[in-house]
């Protein structure tokens, strides 16, 4: 039993020491890649299509303040409020989940950031639980603006398009920095599903969620990141 101990203990001391140096690099260093980008990259491979990965980095200068302000109002209203985690939302969540068999997610941006870059994608309590451990250590560590910064840069948000960079030249054909506030908030609204959803004339759905949106974005001021 000792040895067992041992063992175990020995796991989570390397666990811990590999956690934080990933979350302290990559508070500097760009991600150059998610376990999601490799994991559709199998997917396509796995189903004959077409091998697509498009991501480009870009700091958060770089990126206009409608982008940031669209996927606020659009995932997570009280972003630069909260600490990882809105547990009214997560309440409401579970609450619907179990009057409907259409799921809502309750994850803050913090939530997501921490699974897309450092986990895999199933919905198990051991899954969650990590993903609650990462979410704490990027809030303490990086702080809300590289957050944002990482999100913007990594999340999908069309068929092998990761990024705003990449998802502003694939949908509009322009750089992030020329993206119109409409044009921000339809790629902010196919993030629910950014492999079934369109940009660039999406459906009537589509449309109603990107004047949602739009409006809800008049209501943020310029983003107050610590």
């Keep these: 039993m000792k040895t067992i101990f041992k063992f175990f203990k020995r796991l989570v001391l390397i666990f811990l020491l590999l956690s934080f140096g ?11 890649a998610t376990p999601l980008m490799v994991a559709r990259l199998f997917e396509q491979k796995a189903n004959g299509k077409e ?3 498009k991501h ?14 669209a996927v606020i109002a659009s995932e997570d209203g009280k972003f630069t409020s909260h600490n990882g985690f809105d547990f009214k939302s ?11 068999k259409k799921l809502r997610g309750g994850s803050t941006i913090s939530q997501q950031t921490a699974k897309n870059v450092f986990l895999w994608q199933d919905k198990t309590y051991i899954r969650k639980g990590i993903e609650a451990y990462f979410t704490v250590l990027i809030e303490w560590i990086w702080g809300k603006e590289r957050i944002i910064e ?9 068929d092998g398009v990761y990024g ?21 908030a339809a790629i902010a609204a196919i993030l629910p ?21 739009s ?9 107050k990141y610590n």
Excluded: C, T
Excluded at 22 to 27: A, T
Excluded at 215 to 223: E, I
């Design 150 to 158: 990482v999100y913007l840069n990594s999340i999908e948000m069309g």
């Design 193 to 213: 599903n950014p492999r079934k959803f369109k940009a660039k004339n999406g459906s009537a759905y589509i449309q109603k969620r990107i004047n949602f949106i």
């Design 51 to 53: 091998l697509k990965w």
């Design 164 to 184: 705003i960079e990449a998802a502003s030249k694939h949908w509009f054909g322009k750089s992030a920095k020329n993206l119109s506030k409409r044009e921000a």
């Design 90 to 100: 997560i309440q409401k969540a579970y609450e619907s989940n179990q009057k409907s």
């Design 56 to 69: 480009e980095w870009i700091a958060i200068d770089e990126m206009p303040i409608s982008i940031q302000k």
């Design 215 to 223: 409006r809800q974005m008049d209501l943020y001021a310029h983003p």
């Design 22 to 32: 990933m979350v302290f690099l990559y508070k500097f260093v760009p991600v150059p």
